[in-house]
């Protein structure tokens, strides 16, 4: 490996974040077994520790071949989503580069499974003890975030010189690039601009897929809090909004067999459709209820920086644009719903129009009857 060229580090820490759905999204009882109501209580904003491994990592990226002691934690927050926290530490000299290369190739090996395969099992076993009796079926989908927090590193630059130096490489990490197109000039630009550290000799570079930090040491754990609780909000809105899909279409077709039936009423119909507007509105308070609070920097801390923080980072992962997107489709359902309504309402109206004429009719008619 020819140092002289590649940003090397010398002493850091890889930390790979992996955010899944754990089954709780709506039902909090669970948690309140596992862990107590008073922990959830009071960490209801923060993850909540729930395991903690020690193991050993192999970073491989060509011929470069690193071993690293790891410590392996599972996050758990309150509103449905569980964060596996894989913290590998670098002791051993490696390029920012064959880094890279290692997390794009798969390379990682974690107690001798690689990455992917060990975060399949971990989601696993941390689903199994959450939900050990019932089946749930659970979302696929899964927020990676990799963040590299770096103590001592070569050549020794200042962060202006890093910058202009090594911004296509630090670009190419914090956006998980692989391909080996030439960057554009803004594209870097963008990438290395959103600094969110709060010393001037502190840098914090935060993507959507990653985070490339040098210092910040007297705040990175309260940093990484705020930002697994943006992952994990970006995360269950991402569920709500796969879930409130398959309502709205189980709901469109309630309604079309509204159009095409002369006795909807009296169908399964109406109650299908109250169904999902139910699963879909227990989402809705959810939302109103806990995660709204949750989306407020203000009542996650008092602190200005860490608001600001936080709020950046929600920007950065478009939390608010999933959150807008989640609330349209819970509003599209409703008036789904009223339309529904109306149109059941009328066709009642008709029936009840036609019995009451033919009870008219009957009363003139029996006494008719009667006299033959």
């Known amino acids: 490996m020819d140092t002289t060229s590649d940003f090397t580090i010398h002493n850091g820490k890889l930390t790979i974040l992996a955010a899944f759905g754990h089954g709780g999204e709506l039902d909090k009882t669970q948690l309140k077994m596992l862990i107590g109501s008073e922990v959830i209580a009071e960490r209801w904003n923060k993850p909540i520790e729930i395991e903690k491994a020690e193991g050993m990592t192999v970073i491989v990226a060509g011929d470069e071949k690193i071993t690293c002691n790891t410590n392996m934690y599972t996050d758990i927050f309150a509103a449905g989503v569980s964060i596996l926290r894989t913290e590998i530490d670098i002791r051993d000299k490696i390029s920012l580069n064959d880094i890279q290369t290692a997390l794009q190739s798969n390379t990682i090996t974690v107690e001798g499974l690689d990455y992917q395969s060990y975060t399949n099992k971990r989601i696993k076993e941390v689903r199994e003890k959450i939900n050990p009796i019932k089946t749930v079926a659970y979302p696929p989908d899964i927020k990676k975030f990799t963040f590299l927090k770096i103590k001592d590193f070569t050549p020794q630059l200042d962060q202006k010189s890093l910058r202009e130096q090594y911004g296509e490489i630090i670009t190419r990490f914090l956006s998980g690039e692989t391909s080996i197109r030439a960057l554009h000039s803004k594209e870097i630009m963008e990438k290395i601009a959103n600094d969110l550290s709060y010393y001037d000799e502190d840098l914090f570079l935060a993507t959507p897929e990653g985070a490339f930090v040098i210092g910040c040491d007297g705040y990175i754990n309260e940093l990484r809090e705020l930002l697994e609780l943006a992952i994990s909000l970006l995360l269950l809105f991402q569920i709500y909004d796969r879930k409130i899909d398959v309502e709205i279409s189980n709901a469109f077709d309630a309604l079309k ?114 006299l033959l």
């Open 257 to 370: 067999k509204l159009n095409s039936s002369r006795y909807y009423f009296i169908t399964q119909a109406p109650r299908k459709l109250e169904k999902s507007l139910f699963m879909v509105s227990e989402i809705g308070l959810v939302i109103l209820d806990d995660i709204k609070d949750l989306m407020n920097p203000h009542k996650i801390t008092n602190d200005w920086y860490y608001q600001t923080f936080y709020q950046k980072m929600l920007d950065t992962l478009k939390v608010q644009d999933f959150g807008k997107l989640v609330q349209e489709k819970i509003d599209s359902l409703q008036d789904l719903y009223s339309t529904a309504r109306e149109l059941s309402t009328e066709q009642l109206a008709l029936w009840l129009e036609v019995a009451i004429v033919l009870m008219i009719l009957w009363e003139i008619i029996k006494p008719i009857i009667e």
